[in-house]
């Protein structure tokens, strides 16, 4: 049963609940499987590539480890862009809504970084201060964008000093990797419930233009290649 606050509304939660649940038409589930479809696939390929890294890691074999997670900072790299690339279409998009979805704040809870918890926290500050559902939907969005972002660059900053050889605490420094790879995985599933919610509120005549705006978006960005795995010696 919904509860409701005192002007008799549902709570936000509830209406998240509701639109999560609910089933698209069959036009807006073709968009939703489409691209959720492909951020699940990229997604699952950088977490391959992750878990290569610390096996090889654990069975000694450094150099692999140090290719592999050169592969995963890469494979994230490409993901990061596509999830940022798509808060700021949602945002877009909002403006033709003219209720926007309830959204609910992160919770520092599901995230294990510094960063993760205090986007979360701060994200939890302003939903509370900020009464407008508007308000709350662009600045989830906002903050979503941005986290998937450094998430992004952090995790490469501790990729890279894997696969140079230069991590003054490895041991800490795959950790650190352990702990990002789960924050963004945290932030795809966040994501991935206001698109939904968008989908469910947005009038059909601009459907076709979100939909152009993320299949554009889910080619990867093209990003070279920065990291180099350096022949592992054995210590005098």
């Known amino acids: ?73 890469e494979l994230l790299g490409r993901t990061a862009h596509m999830l940022g690339s798509a808060c ?6 909002g403006e033709h809504i003219a209720a926007v979805p309830h959204v609910e704040p992160l919770r520092t809870e599901f995230f294990r970084g510094d960063t993760g918890q205090s986007a979360a926290s701060w994200n939890g500050i302003l939903h509370h201060v ?22 992004d660059e ?5 990729a890279s000093d894997v696969a140079d ?6 041991q800490n420094t795959w950790m650190r990797l352990d702990s990002l790879h789960y924050d963004f995985n945290t932030c795809l599933r966040e994501t991935e419930v206001v698109l939904k919610s968008v989908l469910q509120a947005i009038p ?15 080619a990867p960005a093209p990003r070279p290649v920065r990291l180099r795995a350096r022949p592992y010696r054995i210590p005098a």
């Open 130 to 151: 900020l009464f407008a559902e508007r308000s709350r939907f662009f600045h989830k969005l906002r903050i979503l964008a941005t986290t998937v972002e450094h998430i």
């Open 204 to 218: 059909s005549e601009f459907l076709g233009g979100l939909s152009a705006e993320l299949e554009k978006q889910l």
């Open 1 to 73: 049963m919904f509860s409701r606050r005192k002007d008799g509304s549902p709570s936000p939660r509830q209406s998240v609940l509701s639109d999560w649940s609910a089933k698209l038409p069959r036009d807006k589930n073709r968009v939703f499987t489409s691209v959720v479809t492909r951020w699940e696939s990229a997604y699952a390929m950088m977490s391959v590539a992750l878990q290569d890294a610390f096996t090889f890691r654990s069975r000694g074999q450094l150099v692999c480890a140090r290719q592999q997670v050169g592969v995963s900072s």
């Open 154 to 158: 952090e995790f490469h900053q501790a």
């Open 165 to 170: 050889g230069v991590a003054t605490e490895p």
């Open 88 to 93: 700021q279409s949602l945002m877009r998009s």
